[in-house]
């Protein structure tokens, strides 16, 4: 069973640039969803997707963008960076038919500059 | 919209129980409580959920009140490899068949030798 992997591990953009992270979830499970872990912060919830569609999204601006792909793996896209988009990027897998556990990845450090 | 609060350090000797309490007054009747652990900025790890039954698995006890109103993860026999950041979590309905974890802010925890 492989486990829910993301890329890149680090990232330094600067602001006003654009930046894809991407995620691959765990085996069989439909459902990613992103959160933003700003330092020393609980992760905040961004957005979820299912099935290649939006399906839930949190008190974020709409320069957060994602996509969903046919094998479950997804993108979180972020246009216009600022500097308080510095954070740790977490994407989680689950079943959306179970969801248990959210199984997370280790996660995409941004640093925007 | 964070539903749960944490005391924001404890410690621990090894070997003995860590109880970690949470409050979260404002659960609704259908909310779980989930517990992960996070781990130098690692992704958070699954620990444990609950309804309003108390749950035992491998790695830890749930005891949630008769009122749902608080709770407290019980690691039986700490290790120093439990050192972590606790998060006390609550699963929120974002849309029909969505769910979101709303973390706090969690309690640092150390184990102490």
């Known amino acids: 069973e492989t486990g829910v992997t993301q890329s890149p591990t680090h990232l330094i953009k600067t602001r006003g640039q654009q930046v894809t992270l991407r995620c691959s979830s765990q085996?069989?499970?439909?459902?990613v969803s992103w959160y933003q872990q700003a330092l020393g912060q609980g992760p905040q919830f961004i957005f979820q997707?299912?099935?290649?569609?939006?399906?839930g999204r949190g008190n974020f601006p709409p320069r957060f963008s994602g996509l969903q792909f046919p094998n479950y793996s997804s993108e979180l896209n972020v246009n216009a960076l600022e500097l308080d988009d510095s954070a740790l990027y977490l994407c989680?897998?689950?079943?959306?038919?179970?969801?248990?556990?959210?199984?997370f990845g280790p996660g995409t450090r941004l640093t925007v500059l | 919209d964070a539903k749960t609060t944490q005391p924001p350090s404890m410690d621990c000797a090894e070997g003995r129980a860590a109880n970690l309490p949470c409050n979260h007054s404002t659960i609704s009747g259908n909310e779980y409580v989930y517990w992960y652990r996070q781990i130098h900025s690692q992704g958070p790890q699954y620990i444990i959920h609950?309804?309003?039954n108390n749950e035992t698995n491998e790695m830890a006890s749930l005891i949630i009140t008769e009122d749902r109103k608080s709770s407290t993860l019980i690691l039986p026999h700490a290790t120093l490899r439990d050192t972590a950041v606790y998060y006390c979590?609550?699963?929120?309905?974002?849309?029909?068949?969505?769910?979101?974890?709303?973390f706090g802010q969690g309690t640092r925890l150390t184990i102490n030798p």
């Open positions: 979590i609550v699963r929120v309905a974002i849309i029909q068949g969505a769910q979101k974890l709303v």
């Open positions: 989680a897998s689950s079943l959306v038919a179970s969801p248990n556990e959210q199984f």
């Open positions: 609950g309804l309003k």
């Open positions: 085996s069989g499970h439909n459902t």
């Open positions: 997707y299912y099935r290649e569609e939006e399906n």
